[in-house]
């Protein structure tokens, strides 16, 4: 897929940015909810709001339906958001589509307390993803396995094999309702190899191939469509084992107390971040909060709530424990070394090219 961008846009976004006070509005954030957006409230949107009298941040959780209610948005040429929180694909297809603005990294965002430009001190790799310049990193988090520790007696789930094992370990599974991650963990179940998974997937057969393995757990699957439900159908004991973000089941386990453990066996790893709306009513008071809000220390901050690793090299040396637990959070980060044994590395550009059609593909087996 070609990618086409323009300095002119990139340009205009950065004389945007000034060193005037903060623009008096109120912005519509779009997030997740849950625990996600209670991290964000409490790292970025309230202190931010009490510096800032004038701005009034509103949380809206319909992430999960932003790209495509964006879209209807920019179409219709009425544009009521102001920020977007995306995964790092949608993100892609968001600016391909002409549906988000770009960015000039190094004049928008701040540099690091030692004055490394943002351009390199985000993550290598998290900025311009896809080819695009339209995303701005704020995590590295991970979608993996949690599961209810009374569910067999004396035994565990510890790999990915164990997910598609209705007889060694019996009971209702949860997954996402989307093929992404799901036909990955379909084909590395299958005995697929890691680096090989996207090369299988770009074939016919290969597709074929990860429906008929998750045909063999369906009649056992209850599907999830928002953040936090699969905590709570394990916490509510209706399924023995469901994927969810790690950072839902860090919550679950260590603040809600739930007989709940995580198995990190082939966890994808993900990037998520901000996309600002093209005619979004808010623009520079939006600017000026996400220059804020994805300095070094706010995402440092932001893991104090949650166990996801920020996406600033600057941000990790001050991530330390648990705003109100007192845990040290750097062993429940999905970059830890112990928790990364076994990982793939979710293709950002191969979905953003095949979800459409991955998505019918989906749909259709669901309606079978």
Known sequence: MKRFHTKTTAAAVAALIGAAPA??????????????????????????????????????????EGLAKLRAQVEAGNVTWDLVDMVASDAITACDEGLVMEIDYDNMLAPAPDGTPASKDFIKGTLEVGGTNCFIPQI???????????????????????????????????????????????????????DQIYEVLSTPEGVNRAFAKLDTIKSEVIWWTKGAQPPQLLADGEVVMASAYNGRLFNAIAVEKQPIAMMWDYQSYDLDGWVIPKGAKNTKAVMEYVRWATDTQRLADQAKYISYGPARYSSAPLVGKHAELGVDMKPHMPTDPANAKNLFTFDYEWWADHRAEMDERFNAWLAK
Not at 31 to 39: C, E, I
């Open 140 to 194: 590295v988090y991970s979608t993996t396995f949690g599961y209810r520790t009374d569910a067999w007696s004396g035994k565990k789930p510890t790999s990915i094999d164990d997910v598609f094992d209705l007889k060694g370990f019996p009971g209702k599974r949860s997954l996402e309702k989307k093929p992404i991650n799901n036909l990955e963990w379909a084909l590395l179940a299958d005995g697929v190899a890691p």
């Open 23 to 64: 623009y008096a509005a109120d912005l519509t954030v779009v997030s997740w909810g849950g625990a996600y957006t209670a991290s964000q409230q409490k790292a970025y949107h309230e202190p931010y709001m009490a510096k800032n009298p004038g701005v009034t941040i509103i949380n809206d959780d319909s992430a999960a």
